[in-house]
């Protein structure tokens, strides 16, 4: 039943944004971090990882009560919530600081309800010590979910395989699952993608201050995601190539496409075509190279819309 899925193409882009600046700690990274995810949405990003996290700064006055990890106050966490309402997947670390007397707990964006914080396991599902704890300041679960992060295997800045440990590595780990969840399932929301996650943790429906839910099947996840994709692509649209530099193919197997606008960033309408059949071809190379989004409507009146780079 899996065999179509190795017939597709695996095309992927990556944006590495640092925002971090080791030396120091102070507010202003928090700051730095929305500039950084501004940015990956503005290149037409569908996930973000992010093993930054902020709690206590080099000046004290600008520490961050634990109350206020609720998810709706600090500023990351708001752009969270933000991202995640214009479809990003976001997926952050919980962080390292367990054991810490002064700041055992999540910090923030990891508080943020809307993205998924990963926790730090052992290879034998056993949570790593330095694993920072949940609920967020508004008692709202947290962790999410967690994976590997301790003995894992990694390549260092000069090329040498060694072990490594960190939520910083449980988070990428579980986005590249998550990434994998995203393509077999486009129009999955974030907040839906995360439901499903979690559901098919080992933990569910209980959850704990360490785990979260536990430790996800991804396998039952995709089973769960078929059954959604089958009834999707009942009208389901393909937009490709995506980048694209003259033109852009739209199809739909089942139903006709009757319109296709191009909308910029900022809302305004800039390209439109007619159409009347299941396939149509989109002229892109008078457009300003960036992101826009392509706007599908269908005979049954239907629209689809999609992010996509012009280059």
């Given at each position: 039943t899996r065999v179509p899925y190795l017939l597709w193409l695996f095309i992927a882009s990556y944006a590495f944004i640092r925002t971090e600046d080791g030396a120091t700690e102070y507010l202003v990274e928090e700051y730095n971090w929305i500039v950084g995810a501004e940015m990956a949405d503005s290149i037409g990003a569908d996930?973000?990882?992010?093993?930054?996290?902020?709690?206590?700064?080099?000046?004290?006055?600008?520490?961050?009560p634990y109350s206020q990890m609720d998810g709706n106050t600090c500023i990351s966490s708001i752009a969270v919530k933000r991202l995640t309402e214009r479809g990003v997947h976001v997926v952050v670390s919980a962080g390292n600081s367990n054991g810490d007397d002064e700041w055992p707990w999540i910090g923030t964006p990891a508080d943020a309800v809307e993205g998924m914080a990963i926790a730090?396991?052992?290879?034998?599902?056993?949570?790593?010590?330095?694993?920072?704890?949940?609920?967020?300041?508004?008692?709202?679960?947290?962790?999410?979910?967690?994976?590997?992060?301790?003995?894992?295997?990694v390549i260092n800045a000069n090329g040498t395989i060694e072990y490594s440990a960190g939520t910083s590595i449980s988070s990428p780990i579980t986005c590249g699952m998550v990434a994998c969840l995203?393509?077999?399932?486009?129009?999955?929301?974030?907040?839906?993608?995360?439901?499903?996650?979690?559901?098919?943790?080992?933990?569910?429906?209980?959850?704990?201050?360490?785990?979260?839910?536990?430790?996800?099947?991804?396998?039952?996840?995709?089973?769960?995601?078929?059954?959604?994709?089958?009834?999707?692509n009942l009208s389901f649209t393909k937009i490709y190539p995506n980048p694209s530099d003259n033109e852009i193919n739209v199809s739909c197997k089942t139903q006709t496409i009757s319109r296709i606008r191009v909308i910029d960033i900022t809302g305004r309408y800039i390209s439109e075509i007619s159409a009347n059949g299941n396939f149509a071809r989109l002229d892109v190379?008078?457009?300003?190279?960036?992101?826009?989004?392509?706007?599908?409507?269908?005979?049954?009146?239907?629209?689809?819309?999609?992010?996509?780079?012009?280059?």
């Open positions: 996930i973000i990882n992010s093993s930054l996290g902020y709690s206590t700064f080099d000046d004290p006055d600008m520490q961050i730090a396991v052992d290879p034998q599902g056993h949570i790593a010590s330095f694993s920072s704890l949940g609920p967020n300041g508004a008692g709202d679960p947290k962790p999410n979910v967690a994976a590997c992060g301790l003995y894992c295997t995203v393509q077999a399932s486009p129009m999955t929301t974030p907040a839906e993608m995360m439901d499903i996650v979690q559901q098919h943790a080992d933990r569910y429906p209980n959850t704990s201050i360490y785990y979260g839910y536990g430790i996800p099947d991804f396998g039952a996840s995709l089973s769960e995601l078929d059954g959604i994709s089958d009834k999707e190379k008078d457009i300003p190279s960036g992101m826009v989004f392509i706007e599908v409507r269908l005979a049954d009146g239907k629209t689809e819309t999609r992010k996509i780079i012009v280059r």
